[in-house]
């Protein structure tokens, strides 16, 4: 059995309750949160511009596999109705009934996960837009330190010792 203990040291900067509360009329999380609607805005007003570009390329990338998966979709769907109606199509011959199906739902369900996948995406950009405004004013000196090393415990049911793994932060 290891344990992982954390103990923690915190240094407060002596700035006032009021120049915090000044600062934050002028960067707020619910305007971050808001603007995040449209994607990508959310980043640019916490000044992550970085980020915009990965916003837009995975809801970009999502939409186009949603589209083409569709588009498939069709396709198999149209051949698999032409073939009902005993009637020739693009994958006569070359595939048979069951596999137009099967493709169908291939398609059907890799759509539907690439759709899923673009809500989550979604969904998390705004979260992260969030999480940026409430940490815009979050100082990250050269004072951030961790510190890992071997430790032993007392196990509480057997009293004998256990190897585990000590770590201090200093922030």
């Given at each position: 059995?290891?344990?992982?203990?954390?103990?923690?040291?915190?240094?407060?900067?002596?700035?006032?309750k009021?120049?915090?509360k000044?600062?934050?009329?002028?960067?707020?999380?619910?305007?971050?949160?808001?603007?995040?609607?449209?994607?990508?805005?959310?980043?640019a007003?916490?000044?992550?511009y970085?980020?915009?570009?990965?916003?837009?390329?995975?809801?970009g990338?999502?939409?186009y596999?949603?589209?083409?998966?569709?588009?498939q979709?069709?396709r198999f769907?149209?051949?698999?109705?032409?073939?009902?109606?005993?009637?020739?199509?693009?994958?006569?011959?070359?595939l048979?009934k069951?596999a137009?199906?099967?493709?169908m739902d291939?398609?059907?369900?890799?759509?539907?996960?690439?759709?899923a996948?673009?809500?989550?995406?979604?969904?998390?950009?705004?979260?992260?837009?969030?999480?940026d405004?409430?940490?815009?004013?979050?100082?990250?000196?050269?004072n951030?330190?961790?510190?890992?090393?071997?430790?032993?415990?007392?196990?509480?049911y057997?009293?004998t010792?256990?190897?585990?793994?000590?770590c201090?932060?200093n922030?």
């Amino acid at each position: 059995m290891i344990l992982l203990v954390f103990v923690a040291n915190a240094q407060i900067d002596t700035i006032s309750k009021e120049k915090i509360k000044e600062k934050e009329k002028f960067h707020s999380p619910k305007t971050a949160t808001l603007l995040a609607i449209i994607p990508g805005a959310g980043q640019a007003y916490n000044r992550k511009y970085w980020k915009m570009p990965i916003v837009y390329a995975t809801m970009g990338t999502c939409i186009y596999f949603s589209i083409s998966n569709q588009q498939q979709f069709k396709r198999f769907k149209n051949a698999y109705m032409a073939r009902d109606n005993g009637e020739h199509d693009e994958f006569y011959g070359i595939l048979s009934k069951e596999a137009l199906m099967n493709n169908m739902d291939r398609n059907r369900k890799i759509r539907d996960y690439t759709l899923a996948g673009a809500v989550l995406l979604y969904a998390l950009q705004i979260v992260d837009a969030n999480v940026d405004a409430h940490l815009f004013y979050f100082d990250v000196g050269d004072n951030l330190s961790a510190n890992f090393y071997p430790q032993t415990f007392n196990s509480i049911y057997t009293r004998t010792p256990i190897l585990g793994v000590g770590c201090t932060l200093n922030f």
